[in-house]
């Protein structure tokens, strides 16, 4: 007797059950951390480029500065215009054929650390273009450095207007390390693959994968909900009356 769809799939999650949860916590470590470390990167590289060049400043200061937006200019165009599975045979073999002994599982986090870097950069320098000037105009007038004024005035607000981004983002490499697999990273993908081809059943192991992506998802994007309204903070506030005068 031919065994139904619903018979495949707990024959797939009782022989290969405890790969799909390790391959499962391999997608959440890899996306997590590349996408925590791609959030400095961007941030970092989008002051760098959002800070002004003055003529005032020396000559050796103004060719620093215009090498490093040259630097992190072309550090976006590569990684934006080129395909993360690409990205990472490139990185993983050519890094070894070179006789540095890395890992597949440091390799793929270091590709969607480049990747978030990359289009994070330009979400933060438009966030910070969006600031208005009066708010820089005040902390210099207050005395305050180009780096205090971003630290302390102007990036709080911009990580707070980029929450959703950057829980886009998130959702985006969750679902992009799939593709390492390429680089032999035990990844949910990649457990997929060997599961379904034991048995040939493709359908079966790949709609149990589907439905694990699906339910990271929706719960990354319930928790990244709560973290926005979190930092949103109270809609209505409470006047205090003792410090208005009658």
Same mark, same amino acid.
């Given at each position: 007797?031919?065994?139904?769809?619903?018979?495949?799939?707990?024959?797939? &999650?009782?022989?290969?059950g405890p790969y799909f949860w390790n391959g499962t916590l391999v997608t959440l470590e890899t996306s997590i951390l590349g996408t925590v470390l791609g959030f400095i990167v961007g941030y970092s590289m989008g002051i760098v480029r959002s800070t002004p060049i003055s003529p005032e400043d020396g000559a050796v200061k103004r060719a620093w500065g215009y090498f490093l937006r040259i630097l992190?200019?072309?550090?976006?165009?590569?990684?934006?215009? $080129?395909?993360?599975?690409?990205?990472?045979?490139?990185?993983?073999?050519?890094?070894?054929?070179?006789?540095?002994?890395?890992?597949?599982?440091?390799?793929?986090?270091?590709?969607?650390?480049?990747?978030?870097?990359?289009?994070?950069?330009?979400?933060?320098?438009?966030?910070?273009?969006?600031?208005?000037?009066?708010?820089?105009?005040?902390?210099?007038?207050?005395?305050?450095?180009?780096? $205090?004024?971003?630290?302390?005035?102007?990036?709080?607000?911009?990580?707070?207007? &980029?929450?959703?981004?950057?829980?886009?983002?998130?959702? $985006?490499?969750?679902?992009?390390?799939?593709? &390492?697999?390429?680089?032999?990273?035990?990844?949910?993908?990649?457990?997929?693959?060997?599961?379904?081809?034991?048995?040939?059943?493709?359908?079966?192991?790949?709609?149990?994968?589907?439905?694990?992506?699906?339910?990271?998802?929706?719960?990354?994007?319930?928790? &990244?909900?709560?973290?926005?309204?979190?930092?949103?903070?109270?809609?209505?506030?409470?006047?205090?009356?003792?410090?208005?005068?009658?």
């Amino acid at each position: 007797m031919d065994k139904s769809l619903f018979d495949w799939i707990i024959i797939l &999650l009782k022989e290969y059950g405890p790969y799909f949860w390790n391959g499962t916590l391999v997608t959440l470590e890899t996306s997590i951390l590349g996408t925590v470390l791609g959030f400095i990167v961007g941030y970092s590289m989008g002051i760098v480029r959002s800070t002004p060049i003055s003529p005032e400043d020396g000559a050796v200061k103004r060719a620093w500065g215009y090498f490093l937006r040259i630097l992190c200019s072309g550090y976006i165009k590569i990684f934006r215009g $080129t395909p993360m599975m690409v990205q990472a045979m490139v990185i993983y073999y050519g890094l070894r054929q070179n006789g540095v002994n890395i890992s597949s599982f440091v390799a793929a986090v270091l590709v969607i650390l480049l990747n978030t870097g990359a289009y994070m950069a330009e979400s933060v320098r438009g966030g910070i273009s969006a600031i208005d000037n009066g708010q820089f105009e005040g902390a210099k007038a207050m005395g305050m450095s180009h780096f $205090t004024t971003m630290f302390s005035v102007v990036l709080p607000q911009v990580f707070r207007n &980029l929450i959703p981004e950057m829980g886009n983002q998130f959702i $985006t490499n969750l679902k992009m390390t799939s593709v &390492l697999n390429v680089i032999g990273i035990a990844e949910l993908y990649f457990v997929t693959k060997t599961a379904a081809n034991t048995y040939y059943r493709y359908f079966e192991a790949f709609l149990i994968t589907g439905i694990i992506y699906l339910v990271l998802c929706e719960i990354s994007g319930r928790l &990244l909900s709560v973290l926005e309204k979190k930092m949103q903070g109270k809609k209505d506030y409470e006047l205090a009356p003792e410090y208005f005068e009658d």
